[in-house]
């Protein structure tokens, strides 16, 4: 048989307050730090969780637990001081029984779990405890599945991140694509579509698998993004009946056909209606096309919806007509809209003479206006044909 030639182990450098830690001791009994340099991941990440959780300058509460759960360690170094026998028992103990006297136990998962997040410790400290109970409670034994899911080396983040996830976002797609700073954002988000999109935990875990494993570039907001398309309810309702023959609210897919028909940006306002600021609502009356934009507001512990804008397609102003219909319907349902306190018969004029735009949602147009408004739009009818006929 052929005899396997093993490829020479290099050493890897220690930094940072770890390395204080191993010089100490170092100190105390030569050649501990060489050891550390040559260890495997398993060893180093397990010295690492004794760098955490260790005070050296109270050893006698860690020399307790050694001789709790290795005694042996002891038998030629009762006579050397406290640090020298921490560094000897550190060398000697195997990764498992060096987690062991450190947290009481060593669980399933967990050497295996450390063996996977490299040579390099940890930025928290804490992150070491929080990986043992991430394995030392049966609760968590999903998110330990997912964390073994994961390809190629586990990130010290990716283990906070499933700790600090709501259960149903314990996912493998997400631990690759979140950041930690997004989790209390995400599991908002979560708790945000049984309500809003009538999802359930299975759906929202559907969704997760579909997810392609490591794509670059493709970030968990995409996802979050994707679900806008599925609303079906406003966090903060409308007060237009769902049967009204004047008046639709459209959110989620009808609210991105809508930007189609009209040739608008609604298609890319979903957030606002998922978030509940503004919704779109398209006036169906029968001859007469317009979206109108209303936004959330408050006062005290009331909220109501104010009109912000009405168009037409390729938002082109609505006719007076359309506008004092809507504006009617908005009387009757109780929705606000800005006005102008001014006679209609004196808006525009004195507008012109102080050289003032007009920001009242509904502005009251005289019929030249109105005649010279069919003018503009007849003259960009036949701009809009000639460019297609262009391109």
Known sequence: MRQVEHQPYHPRAIHGEVLDFAARLETHHPHFL???????????????????????????GFLQQIHQHAPAVFAESSHLDPLAQIARALIQMK???LLEVIFGCCPDGLTG??????????????????????????????????????????????ILMASELDDVLVHRA???RAKPLEVTALNAFARMLPALCNASDKDVRDSLDQLPSNV???????????????????????????????????????????????RNCAGSLLSFAFTGERVLVE?????????????????????RWQCENLSRPRNRRVSAMVARAIRERFD?????????????????GIAALLDHSLNATFVDQHALANADDEHVERLLDALEVELEDTF
């Open 34 to 60: 060489l050891k550390q340099l040559y260890a495997t991941d398993l060893a180093r990440q397990a010295f690492f969780c004794v760098a955490a959780e260790i005070d050296l300058d109270q050893p006698s």
């Open 283 to 303: 006036w169906v009356r029968e001859g007469e096309e317009a979206v109108i934009d209303l936004a959330l507001v408050r006062t005290g512990s009331e909220y």
């Open 216 to 262: 670059r570039g493709v970030t968990i907001g995409q996802w979050c993004q994707s679900w806008l398309k599925q609303q079906v309810r406003l966090p903060v309702p409308v007060p237009i009946p769902d049967n009204d023959p004047d008046l639709q609210v459209r959110i989620g897919a009808d609210q991105e056909s809508l930007g189609r028909r009209f």
């Open 332 to 348: 009757e349902l109780g929705i606000l809209y800005r006005f102008n306190p001014m006679p209609s018969d004196e808006q525009q």
């Open 113 to 158: 779990l450390l063996a996977r997040v490299g040579p390099t410790p940890f930025y928290r400290k804490d992150l070491y405890r929080t990986a043992f109970e991430l394995c030392a409670k049966p609760q968590n034994r999903q998110r330990l599945k997912a964390l073994g899911q994961l390809q190629g080396l586990v990130r010290p983040e990716q």
């Open 174 to 176: 997400v631990l690759e």
């Open 95 to 97: 990764p498992r029984k």
